[in-house]
């Protein structure tokens, strides 16, 4: 830590959800001007603590002390701690799509005179905010013309408009890839140059070894310790033992393999552009999936991972141009979802909270989601078999929680990614595509959808592991595909393959014969 003056104190912070205590005796001190870290498993209570400060749950629904540049606070709302200079960005962002960059920096913090808007000083105002947060967008473009890394720069110098003195990033990389993420947290570094003090979640933890200058680590809604990277011998593994409260001997699992015979292929298969008609999102990909094999697909952000998935799994993307998919040696037409369930494939999507869960709904009722038929009588779902099957699930998945019949939105990220996979497993597929499943979740949790993986495998189901995270993939699958704009470019078995091989193959459109 830093001998700078405390900015921030929250003192024996408490918070209670009915049948939950999220927080319990919290206590947390950041100096001004420095970069802290906050790290913890999924439901450990880091985002409920920064929801706390922020207004987001207001003071008289927490016990405990907040203390802010010298003085007691007491936030009713998030507006109130915006006032006061604390600002918070979410992992997911608070940005509307179709208004353009000037209009949601300023949203609800409008320059006007006279209660009219001005709308030159404004756009004027966010030349200068995204030129210090290095994006050079012009700021009249529609935030649904941005990437995510654009994105969360716009939502930062919507902080700084502000005049932020407090900024709190809850997993600003989960959706980035390395240069945007590299970016990002020269950016974070930058305004700790300009005397602007940083909270950030992160499970990267790679990534809090390099700017973080404290580190404050939460386990069961505890506060565990604080760190001071400064001093030394901090380390990945010195933080996951105050993580998980014990040493992760290997981050993968061990597992010995009983691969069969190819049961899944996919021949010559092409599919364009939704929008785009003369862009080819797939250009003739074959690849071949067997019997207990997890196959990773590799490939950099837009290389076409994602819609190869998504085509697949009933033509949910693109336009289906040709090619076959070939189960047990016989072709089937996977014309839409349910054709695709029928023949025995699941899909967990990237994106569990707008394509894989109804945040709406319980977690009962999203376990069963997918397969109704089989908890109904004669057309109507028996309540004790869902009931059932869900417990089950909750158990088998170690998924935290008091009842299923608790909505699948309280539940931390980690938690809804079981939820997720608990749906597409009752479905009994043959084949489970996996895209992106650890993503933003902490390595005790990914630890757990390994293994879960790895019983699936060994039960004589295929996986298709989709990752950006190399490691992952060299440390979890058995072969590994790259793809480099669409195209298939190279297969390896995991003992030949090397992160050097593989960035080399997802980089380049020379194409090797199958195996």
């Known amino acids: 830590m830093t001998d700078a003056v405390p900015i921030l104190e929250m003192r024996s912070i408490t918070k209670e959800f009915p049948g939950v205590k999220a927080l319990s005796d919290v206590s947390i001190t950041v100096g001004a001007g420095e970069i802290h870290a906050i790290c913890g498993e999924n439901g450990a209570g880091k985002s409920t ?17 907040i203390w802010f540049r010298g003085g007691v606070v007491e936030f009713k709302d998030i507006r109130a701690s915006e006032q006061a200079g604390i600002a918070i960005i979410h992992q997911e962002l608070a940005l509307i799509p179709e208004l353009s960059i000037t209009e949601n920096i300023f949203l609800g913090n409008e320059i006007a005179h006279a209660g009219i808007i001005d709308w030159s000083a404004a756009r004027g105002r966010a030349v200068d905010l995204l030129a210090r947060v290095g994006l050079r967008d ?5 935030i649904k013309h941005l990437g995510v890394g654009k994105q969360q720069l716009v939502e930062i110098a919507k902080a700084l408009a502000k005049d932020v003195k407090l ?31 940083s909270i950030i979640i992160s499970h990267k933890l790679n990534e809090i070894e390099q700017i973080a200058d404290a580190i404050t680590i939460i386990r069961d809604g505890r506060t565990i310790e604080t760190l001071d990277v400064h001093a030394g011998g901090v380390d990945e593994d010195r933080i996951i033992r105050g993580m998980v409260g014990r040493s992760l001997e290997s981050r993968y699992p061990d597992r010995t393999p009983h691969i069969g015979d190819v049961f899944f292929e996919v021949r010559n298969w092409t599919v364009r552009h939704p ?14 999936v067997r019997k207990g094999e997890i196959v990773g697909l590799a490939g950099l952000m837009g290389a076409g991972r994602t819609e190869l998935a998504m085509s697949l799994f009933g033509r949910s993307y693109g336009v289906y141009e040709s090619g076959q998919v070939l189960i047990n040696g016989k072709e089937v037409a996977l014309k839409d979802v349910q054709s695709a369930i029928d023949h025995g494939l699941a899909y967990v999507s990237e994106d569990r909270k707008a394509l894989g869960l109804n945040l709406l709904d319980t977690i009962k009722r999203s376990i069963v989601s997918a397969k109704l038929g089989k908890i109904a009588r004669r057309g109507v779902i028996d309540p004790y078999a869902e009931s059932d099957v869900a417990d089950d699930y909750r158990k088998r998945l170690r998924i935290k929680t008091p009842s299923v019949d608790v909505g699948v939105s309280k539940l ?16 009994d597929p043959d084949l489970l595509i996996l895209d992106e ?16 993986i790895q019983q699936l495998a060994a039960q004589g189901k295929g996986v298709i592991l989709i990752s950006s995270e190399l490691p992952e993939l060299l440390g979890i699958s058995d072969r590994i595909y790259t793809i480099f704009e669409g195209q298939v470019t190279d297969d390896l078995p995991v003992s030949e393959a090397t992160p050097e091989n593989l960035m080399r193959s997802m980089t380049s459109a020379r194409q090797k014969a199958g195996r």
């Open 437 to 452: 499943p650890t993503r933003g979740i902490d390595v005790g949790a990914k630890y757990e959808i390994y293994t879960i």
């Open 412 to 427: 931390s990220g980690g938690n809804q990614q079981k939820v997720v996979l608990a749906k597409w497993m009752f479905t």
């Open 167 to 197: 900024l709190i990033l809850d997993e600003p990389t989960a959706a980035l890839n390395e240069d945007d993420s590299q970016h990002l947290l020269d950016l974070i570094l930058g305004l700790k140059g300009k005397g602007i003090t």
């Open 138 to 142: 012009d700021p009249d473009t529609q």
């Open 49 to 65: 603590l920064m929801k706390v400060l922020s207004g987001v749950y207001p003071y008289g629904t927490y016990s405990g002390e």
């Open 275 to 288: 929008q785009i008609a003369e862009r080819l999102v797939c250009k003739g990909s074959n690849i071949s």
